[in-house]
């Protein structure tokens, strides 16, 4: 796909007397569309692209209880430097009593003397990250073959093992399990590197057996198995509303049996044997039930549960009725231990596990893109969990996950039951995007409301460009034109660690190595809308916008069929835009896109406006090419720029800069 040829600019604007080849902007201030939903913006995450383990959560041993693979020790290998020899092997004949731990590593370390060390290393995900002036929190399982051995030495060094970072002593191992910890805590004058691995050794010869070795940063919040900073304190700064969780394809497993299992992420570490991912990796449960939760918390938002509806993703389901009565009584308990008192049994166990306040719940989504179950069961499955959640939470609002409206908005509907929310996705290019920027005017104001749970323009890898930017800022438009029907949407993936074999799905929100993390244009775009709203919608029109030409895609033949006829050009608008106002404080947030590569000026008309202050704010996100991004080595190419915007009036001109979202904060005195 192109865009038309871009023309390089500086940023730059204009406040200008009208001219009569300019389009028309026109915004009626005396008029309310609609009532903007408090929880339009949020989040949505699932486990793809090592969004948790490798990323979010702030675990650094990759492989901590050894499951990854049953072969061989994935990501631990052997250290025997100076002439000591040892060797490593998975053992499952030695499990930690009373817990999940069933996998334990052991060492041989029979060939390590003084001064010939002997021990384990982890290389982490893609690296143990090393700051300086930094404490870690080390703890490990162990034990010992007959007599106590030690001392044992733990550390971060460098993957050669040529230089150590820190460094502890654990004096002695006994022959019985126990847990141990350490402190590692790095010099301040170290530079930054991912170059670096996870050690456990000993200069003493004998065996010992390892289990959940673990390696925590400092947190947000200083949490114990906590998440990153510096990712929490990106999603914070995009001021989300809510986050739905634990995710779409990860909430339903490959299977019934490996959809996300609530109940076993409970806990202390040691409960949590992990589980299978869709994505070709195994997830570790570090990031929980009540992990999601404290995320909520820590960020100030709501969560948004999804439960798991009887379909996997392979085509497994379960038909309604007395087989399907287990997973909704689980779905029961879940719900319970979110927001039941102490005094029940799961808020009980919710208290014990460290919160004994409930969580605030107010949205639960039933399943996850159940349309694709080809069996029909969705309908009666849906019948089923509704029914028996809202005669115990009466004040739940349930969200259907199939039955939403298509691209041309048609809807399949729910005969049994009227949902509270259609839950809709949409992964389109930035044309379509922008085609499509009008979906929800034309939705019906009675009935069920829309949650948009998934959507993106997926252009750029492994995070979006400037393009994805523009498409994603015009559907944003829309969405937040007609938040009286779309009272809540996310954008999907979130994350995606960007190191070589971390992606599975391209065009993402946030990219992160070991070391650190930034924002995509897509995710500038979002903050700015996000950050820069009012509770009122505003009625608005246009005239004069320019359209540009778009070839949409020809279907593929099938083998054996004539080639198809390409489909008709379409006519796209070039601007779009939204307007919001602030009922207290009366500013007006005027929001523009302009998807095309040269600079256009257009009028602004506030109609019925006679106290507009003089200067504004403007507030840009662009870039000189559509193809241009944020990366790991220029985290900062395309972020908002603001600038004062001055001249303005009820009427004004404003030129808006080739390829760019910007919003314009404009005072009323």
Known sequence: MTKLAPVIIGLLYSLAPFASAEPVLKIDTTKVAAHVSPMLYGLMTEEINYSYDG??????????????DARSPAHWSIVQDKDGSGAITLDESQPVANSALTTCLKLDASGASKGHRVGVANDGYWGIPVTPKTSYRASFYAKADGAAQGPLTVGIESSDGGKVFASAQVAQITSTWQKYTATLTTED??????????????EKPGKVWFNLVSLFPPTYHDRPNGNRPDIMKLLAEMKPAFLRFPGGNYLEGDTIDTRFPWKATLGD???????????????SDGMGLLEFLEWCEDLKIEPLLAIYAGYSLKGDHI??????????DESLEEIEYVIGEKTTKWGAQRAKDGHPEPFKLTYVEIGNEDGF???????GR?????????????GLQCISTAGGKDSLGRRTPIKSRTPDLFDEHYYRNAFEMEDDAAHYDNYSRTGPKTFVGEWATREGSPTTNMNAALGDAAWMTGMERNSDVVVMSCYAPLFVNVNPGGMQWKSDLIGYNALTSYGSPSYYAQKMFSENI???????????IAVQTWQPPTRKAKTGEPSPTPPPTKQVPTLFFVATKASEKGTIYLKVVNAIGSAQTAKIDLTGATNIAPEGTAITLSSAKPDDSNSISEPKKIIPVTTKAAGLSPQFSYTFTPYSVTVLVIPSR
């Open 534 to 544: 009012g509770d009122l919608v505003l009625s608005t029109g246009s005239e004069g």
């Open 373 to 379: 179950d080809k069996s029909g069961s969705y309908d």
């Open 189 to 202: 004058d170290i530079p930054p590197s991912a170059a670096s691995r996870f050690v456990i050794s000993t």
């Open 269 to 283: 570490l040691s409960q949590r044997p992990g589980h299978p991912s869709c994505w070709r990796y195994r997830s």
């Open 55 to 68: 990323g979010l959560y702030a675990e650094l041993i990759q492989n901590r209880i050894f499951k990854d």
């Open 319 to 328: 038909e309604p009725g007395a087989t399907l009565q287990p997973f909704i």
């Open 382 to 394: 849906f019948t089923q969990f509704y029914d028996a959640i809202k005669a115990k939470y009466p």
